[in-house]
């Protein structure tokens, strides 16, 4: 045992055997993002509580502890676990823990640490305990309804929300714009509207309920009526930015969106996020003078404002105006923006559209461990790399994984996808093989491993990965995706692949790459006009060089090879290096386009 644990374990003994447990997070929040049912318990990170509840806990009502050797023993493989990153572990300690001492605290803990590990079966255990101990606690009742929510048991959620929502009468909007956050990624949108509809039925004048009501009815497919609830909500609080945004959003065109925004800046001028959405808008539809009036204004109404000069300047980055956007950035660090680390990994983004690899390094290395530090490590690698400093950028991500253990898996992933990128794909394979092998249930490093597996010809694994996929998650729409699609484009199994293609549209409807995938499929069968209009909507949705290289694919079997090349060249000038867009213009111009007609 080395000297700094051991100083570190006696200084736990003496807080243990002096004080009430002192409970610290298990893992650094500015490393490791919990899970989204770790989250869901505290959904809106701008909310209050749900009540008022007391922060000090009455320690008369709190068991009487013998300090025992197995309580500290528990305590600390609880502890130690979490800080080395074994949250299982550690949830299964602390939960243990709180059955045998029945005390409020560990019990709070240990469903804490249960949902952070994604053990939902440990943290409803944890969450019924506390519930049956502090019944009237707020908190209580909000993880056991995160809980349910979370094992899709909304009918026994109901009743807790309803106590919730009718017992809070500290926030005006009764916690409901938490309550949508925390059912957004339900998979039964029409069950989540059923529930939201009966939950905001008490609340006409709340304008939140509205709300809420907007973004279930949204999710479900019921336009009309989210349009009709989120006026509903606007009209109950006309100066209430977030709504007016969102009714822009959901109108059917752009031209709506752009008149909407325009008429509410007349009324209120100085809605910011309005006229930086109204912005993005012109942007979009390459508006880019009228554009540039809005920017002028926000930075006139709003001198000095830091909010204001990050959101024009990541807007002049969109527009490639990278001088701009190095001023107002660089001024909204001289403003004192409350989150510099993000300025940081902005102006890193900005010297890499420059190709200033150097530079970027610079400012990917001044963010510091926050919620950019996950992004601007992965970022600095990609830069060392670009560098032609492979072998230093693999390093990076090795040492700070070791450094950081919670977020060890995403740093490998970074350093295989780097593999890749360099065209190792053995080495990126068999580096997640390793990985595989201690995280055998890892649903990101079980999809990275299967698509590095076709590109090492080991298709038997892609298609063995693929499947435990989605056994372990069945909702996982890219899995049937790439499944599907690796058989289409081999042609077999077609109708297999069309049936896990269409899972995958179920799952995601629009979603261009799935979309491609069964534009593939029809042409794989021959069927030409509907493989060239389900590819011509997957190119709509995103103008990828893939999805054009099978498009102009389909075209030149129609016969129509002017057409072909027209689209194949669109996509030459904006991804001139795609590998797939070159082989089929290979394929069909072993010369290449250049001097054709």
Known sequence: MNAKFLVSLLGTLLLVACAPLSLKPVA????????????AASPDAEAKPLDAEAKSQDTANLPKLDLNEQILYEFLLAEVAGQRGHYPLSAEAYLDLAESTRDPRLVERAAEVALFSRRLDLAHRAARLWLDLAPDSVKSQQT??????????????????????AGNRTREDRGFLGLGDLLAKQPDKQAVLGLVQDLVRPYPDVPEAHFVLAQAAWNAGRHDLALSEIAAALRLRPDWEMA???????LPSAAESLAFYRAYLQDHPKAADIRLAYARLLIDGKNYAEAQREFHRLMT??????????????????????????????????????????????????EESRNQWEHALFWYGKVGEGAQFVPAQVRYAGALAKLGRLDDARKHLQTVAAQHASIAVVLLQAEAQLLREAKQYRAAYDLLDRALKKHPKDLDLLYDHAMLAEKVGRVD????????LIQLKPDHAQAYN???????????????????IEKALKLAPDDAFSLDSLGWVYYRRGQLAKAEATLQHALSLRPDPEIAAHLGEVQWMEGRHDEAQETWRKALQASPENEPLQAVMKKFYPEGLAGKP
């Open 301 to 350: 109404d709003f001198p000095g404002n830091p909010d204001v000069s990050v959101a024009v300047g990541l807007l002049s980055l969109q527009l490639k105006d990278y001088a701009a956007a190095d001023v107002y950035l660089q001024q909204a660090l001289a403003q004192h923006y409350r989150d510099p680390d993000t300025v940081y990994l902005y102006l890193g983004q900005l």
């Open 244 to 250: 007016a945004l969102t009714q822009g959003r959901l």
């Open 482 to 500: 790439a499944l599907g699609y690796t058989l289409a484009d081999r042609g077999e199994r077609l109708d297999e692949a069309q049936r896990l």
């Open 461 to 468: 694994v892609l298609e063995r990965d693929l499947r435990k």
């Open 28 to 39: 650094p929040q500015e490393v490791a993002k919990p899970s989204a049912e770790a989250m």
């Open 144 to 165: 056991m309804a995160a809980v349910l929510i979370a094992e899709k048991k909304l009918g026994e959620a109901r009743p807790i929300l309803e106590k919730l929502i």
